[in-house]
Nanobody, 115 residues
Framework: EVHLVESGGGVVQPGGSLRLSCAASGFGFNYYWIFWVRQAPGKGLEWVSGINSGGGTTYYTDSVKGRFTISRDNAKNTAYLQMNSLKSEDTALYYC????????RGQGTQVTVSS
């Protein structure tokens, strides 16, 4: 059974940084792409970033390119999302998932960017 647990969210001022973590268990983490998706208040799920199984290929939605960095440590079954230069529009519940649509995702971690 796929089990994903996100952590690292919080309240940060515009321009600040946060590092999200995604601890995975119950499946062959090393063989899966991992994605980060988010849901802002009153909106649907939005794909943010993805990383292939080996970590050598990454993708980002245009709005976070140059600010966010996705990575993974397969030895620790953990993926990360480093978020820099945060903006108010990045405020959302962030999930890690094994598919781009976020069908199989964790419980999420809240990121709030506010002055």
């Amino acid at each position: 059974e796929v089990h994903l647990v996100e952590s690292g969210g919080g309240v940060v001022q515009p321009g600040g940084s946060l590092r999200l973590s995604c601890a995975a268990s119950g499946f062959g983490f090393n063989y899966y792409w991992i994605f980060w998706v988010r849901q802002a208040p009153g909106k649907g799920l939005e794909w943010v970033s993805g990383i292939n199984s080996g970590g050598g290929t990454t993708y980002y939605t245009d709005s976070v390119k140059g600010r966010f960095t996705i990575s993974r440590d397969n030895a620790k079954n953990t993926a990360y999302l480093q978020m820099n230069s945060l903006k108010s529009e990045d405020t959302a519940l962030y999930y890690c998932a094994t598919d781009r649509l976020g069908t199989r995702r964790g419980q999420g971690t809240q990121v709030t960017v506010s002055s």
